[in-house]
């Protein structure tokens, strides 16, 4: 009997914002798979599911993706994570693959997911939503991202100055994501615009490490990755 492969939204951070299913789904899963950083470092999922599991409790699958674009590179690394997880269904184990915020949501789920799809077709898949740091983000904030016919965009950030005006000239709140990289030219873009004022920048949102940012004062900053911008106009 095969068993299944969930993919598991743990939230952004908070331990208690994960949902009552994705705690019933790791709890009853054979195996917990996650993303695996470096041999000293644990993954920001892997994190914030300690707060519920110890290590030791149950078994962990750590699956190596590395940080590049090269196909060269990706690709075999990516069907050697789908064997390992197929490895484990095939044996008749659930597998519980866990991510920050939302799978489906800018995840390293979403890849694993389809590489599943073409090499081992057969596979059961499961999807548990969780909480998107951009909803986290909103709530830690007290800020709305959208009311009455207002139109709200979620953007991946990027050194394309005329692309990121558009998307705020063209919606009325916009979620940046992965902003960290182009801090200083949203920062730009901002004085530009008035908005300055109407900008909001979060690191790790929910989580202990939390950092609501004074926007006026990032030029130049260094901000890890798990950072967002909210701007409403």
């Not at 892997?46 to 030791?56: G, S, V």
């Not at 694993?112 to 073409?118: A, D, F, G, I």
Request: charged share 30%; hydrophobic share 45%.
């Amino acid at each position: 009997m095969t068993g299944t492969l969930y993919g598991i939204g743990v939230g952004p951070g908070d331990p208690e914002l994960m949902t009552v299913k994705a705690y019933r789904r790791l709890k009853e899963a054979d195996v917990i798979a996650y993303p695996k950083k470096g041999r000293q470092s644990k993954s920001y999922a892997e994190q914030i599911i300690d707060a519920y599991f110890a290590p030791e409790e149950k078994r962990r699958l750590g699956l190596h993706f590395p940080m590049t674009k090269d196909v060269a590179v990706l690709e075999p690394k990516w069907n050697e994570a789908a064997d390992a997880i197929w490895a484990e269904l095939s044996a008749g184990r659930d597998v519980a693959f866990v991510t920050e915020g939302d799978p489906l949501l800018y995840s390293t789920f979403i890849h694993l997911m389809h590489v599943m799809e073409r090499r081992y077709p057969d596979a059961p898949i499961e999807v548990v939503p969780g909480v998107s740091s951009a909803n986290a983000a909103a709530a830690r904030l007290r800020l709305p991202l959208a009311d009455g016919d207002e139109q709200v965009a979620i953007v991946p950030a990027r050194d394309d100055y005329e692309a990121m005006k558009a998307a705020i000239l063209a919606h009325d709140c916009v979620i940046f994501f992965k902003v960290a990289k182009v801090i200083d030219l949203m920062i730009r873009l901002l004085r530009e615009l008035d908005l300055l004022h109407r900008a909001a920048v979060v690191t790790k949102v929910t989580s202990g490490e939390e950092v609501v940012w004074k926007v006026e004062e990032l030029d130049g900053a260094e901000l890890e990755y798990l950072t967002l911008m909210v701007v409403r106009k």
